[in-house]
């Protein structure tokens, strides 16, 4: 039986139809020759032999024959009749049994596996039921569920990231309009009294013109992490060692009258892998950019390849990050309590953090004896 279950469809079915149908065989050659057998019992060739000197036993013979002829006519026929009617039974129980050694608890098991899915509970597992083709058809419903499990999951996790950015969008919001509202009060309490002072008036419009200032990068802020979100990674044959060259030379342009010193060091060979250039150059924008705010003279980065990854390590001789930033390193609108910069809204690792996400890698943050230090890993994945 289990040797049944381990058969694929085709051949399962070929043996137990013929080991079926030569029991029906069977049955219906010992049916035709029992058959046989008691025709000859009824009308052995000997009871032919009779008198027929007299009368008597000429009507006797008459209706004895006519009884016995009925008999044989029915054996005959039931001597067709039954091997047709074995062989039929045959193949009625090796579909009946084909069906419930390969197909049922296959059929039973991807029936519920796709009410659970139409009902978008994905919450289960599907098991290999066998070694078939309808094993194999479990299989891939399994990948296809944890692949819609892990495609809701992102999906759900991408909604919660887009909530808590909103809701600390919000809050950072609500301090700037609060004084735009005050100033714009104070202003026009002042203009009602009739002797508006100029410094007044132009102290609370450099307020009014300065927070609005903060919204509008506020807004380009949220309107820049949109835009990112929405972004797919559509990686490309690229060339490794060429790419690095690109982009120490493009990085080291940023650095140009900043008094500080960028180190590039490549390592690897050049094999080429499945990358989107464009992904990993704004990561890597991105964190010299921070670098460079913070960092006392010199930044270095190394690039390399291993494994079919590529890792980014950007550390700085700058105060490192604070405890905060560790805890919490990623998060939107995340800043240093110490800074003073109030363009600075603490987006740049979230967007790095989410670029790296979406090349299938992350970011790690660090503190070194001299900074610092930022590792952003980018997976390499065929388009």
Not at 48 to 58: A, D, K, Q, R, V
Not at 101 to 116: C, T, Y
Not at 228 to 257: H, R, V, W
Not at 372 to 380: E, L, P
Request: charged share 25%; with cysteine; net charge neutral.
């Amino acid at each position: 039986m289990e040797r049944l279950k381990n058969m694929g469809l085709k051949k399962s079915f070929f043996m137990i139809s013929i080991s079926f149908l030569l029991v029906g065989i069977i049955f219906g050659a010992i049916a035709f020759i029992t058959c046989i057998e008691i025709r000859d019992n009824i009308y052995p060739d000997n009871q032919i032999e009779i008198n027929l000197g007299n009368e008597s036993s000429s009507i006797g013979l008459q209706i004895g024959e006519s009884d016995v002829d009925w008999r044989i006519n029915t054996l005959s026929v039931m001597q067709i009749v039954l091997p047709v009617f074995f062989v039929i039974i045959a193949l009625m129980s090796a579909a009946i049994m084909f069906y419930q050694i390969k197909l049922k608890k296959p059929l039973a098991i991807l029936q519920d596996s796709a009410k659970r899915i139409e009902r978008q509970d994905l919450d289960f597992s599907i098991g290999k039921c066998a070694n078939d083709e309808l094993g194999m058809l479990c299989t891939a419903f399994e990948t296809m569920r944890m692949e819609l499990l892990k495609n809701k999951r992102e999906l759900w996790k991408q909604m919660d990231e887009r909530k808590r950015l909103n809701a600390v969008f919000s809050h950072d919001l609500r301090n700037p309009v609060t004084v735009l509202k005050g100033s714009a009060k104070i202003l026009q309490k002042e203009m009602e009294q009739g002797n508006p002072s100029s410094d007044n008036v132009r102290d609370t419009v450099e307020l009014i013109t300065q927070y609005a200032e903060r919204i509008e990068h506020y807004i380009e802020a949220m309107s820049s992490i949109q835009k990112l979100e929405e972004i797919k990674c559509t990686p490309k044959y690229t060339d490794t060692q060429a790419f690095a060259t690109e982009l120490g030379n493009g990085l080291s342009i940023l650095s140009t009258g900043t008094g500080k010193r960028i180190e590039f060091i490549y390592r690897g060979d050049s094999r080429p892998v499945w990358i989107d250039k464009y992904i990993i150059q704004n990561t890597a924008e991105n964190l010299i950019s921070n670098a460079l705010r913070y960092a006392q003279s010199n930044i270095s980065v190394l690039f390399t390849l291993e494994n079919d990854r590529i890792i980014l390590c950007i550390a700085d001789d700058g105060p490192g990050f604070s405890t905060k930033i560790l805890n919490k390193g990623g998060k939107p609108f995340l800043r240093d309590d110490s800074t003073s910069e109030q363009k600075h809204f603490g987006m740049g690792l979230y967007v790095c953090r989410l670029l790296c996400e979406k090349h299938g890698g992350h970011l790690m943050l660090e503190n070194t004896k001299h900074g610092a230090k930022v590792t952003a890993v980018f997976k390499s994945m065929k388009s």
